[in-house]
């Protein structure tokens, strides 16, 4: 009988795991190695690391510090979390656990556009793809930026993006742009080019990502995915944990969703999706969860 278990080996889970640690609890990590945050090249928006960091090694150095303090990982991926009594049975392919507390910290999986997937991650790594405006908008300033997408999100996307560069283009991702007057408008007063698709043939082209448009072939420093993303809280909602409309677990403020014993952090969870952001609801969950295990029997050594 573990005290927590923590599902998700990304920023949040793992930073959960070393607060939970910390506060002498009997913790597993299940981690089946798929963290969003594994994707980034170098992000220079994570206080304390003025060069950068990359994803992969902010990782390696948060699961060295976590086994420093005894905390066990399982490679694998959970299936099913069952609420039993006032403790939990948590099921993967080869392992059944049970735990009187859960931590879901699973995130969520961008929507790639169609394209090679050698040729998704080498554009990946050469920053001509990104995902994400808030972590790296800085890096395109006054370059030629192209945002593949439609619609309220696409129009979002592409006026965040404006304010680092001047030569934003948005580019529908299949035929014509789903645009309705207003997004139209706002497009228009930024300076926003518009280009209907379908997107398609991409390939790097003298250091720049090419694709194919209904306006011809065109090429961009960067391009930028809005394509939405998979919110990974299916576990949490067949539990039994309410989600809102879009699909995230609802939590309170102290990051305990409507299930007793189940809480969230991270992208999982409505809320800026940042590493920032999750590592400090997952210090949250982590004081919540052992506060609240003290509440039912104290905690002694």
Do not use: W
């Not at 996307?157 to 991702?173: C, H, M, N, Q």
């Amino acid at each position: 009988m573990h005290d927590c278990i923590i599902i998700g080996g990304g920023p949040a889970g793992l930073t959960a795991a070393i607060y939970l640690a910390r506060f002498h609890l009997d913790i597993l990590l299940f981690d089946n190695g798929s963290s969003r945050a594994s994707l980034i090249p170098c992000t220079h928006n994570h206080a304390g690391f003025p060069d950068g960091i990359s994803g992969k090694e902010l990782l390696a150095r948060m699961r060295t510090q976590a086994a420093s303090f005894g905390v066990r990982c399982q490679s694998a991926t959970v299936t099913a979390i069952e609420p039993q009594d006032d403790v939990f049975l948590v099921r993967s392919a080869d392992h059944e656990v049970r735990a009187r507390t859960v931590l879901l910290a699973t995130g969520v999986v961008n929507n790639r556009p169609d394209m090679d997937h050698a040729l998704h991650d080498s554009a990946l790594e050469q920053g001509l793809l990104r995902y994400c405006p808030i972590c790296d908008g800085y890096e395109v300033t006054d370059k030629r930026v192209g945002v593949i997408g439609t619609g309220t999100h696409g129009m979002r996307e592409a006026l965040f993006l404006r304010g680092y560069s001047k030569d934003v283009t948005l580019i529908a991702p299949d035929a014509e742009h789903m645009l309705d007057k207003d997004c139209a408008a706002a497009l228009d007063r930024a300076g926003v080019s518009r280009i209907d698709g379908p997107c398609g043939g991409y390939a790097i082209e003298d250091d720049k990502l090419a694709l194919d448009t209904a306006a011809g072939r065109l090429s961009f420093d960067s391009v930028y995915p809005a394509l939405g993303s998979q919110i990974r809280s299916d576990l949490a909602l067949a539990a039994g944990a309410r989600g809102t409309d879009d699909g995230c677990i609802v939590t309170d403020e102290h990051q305990r969703t409507t299930l007793p014993g189940l809480y969230a952090a991270g992208d999982v969870v409505r809320g800026l999706d940042q590493i920032s952001h999750a590592m400090g609801q997952a210090g949250v969950a982590a004081t919540t969860i052992r506060n609240e295990l003290n509440e039912r029997q104290p905690l002694r050594r």
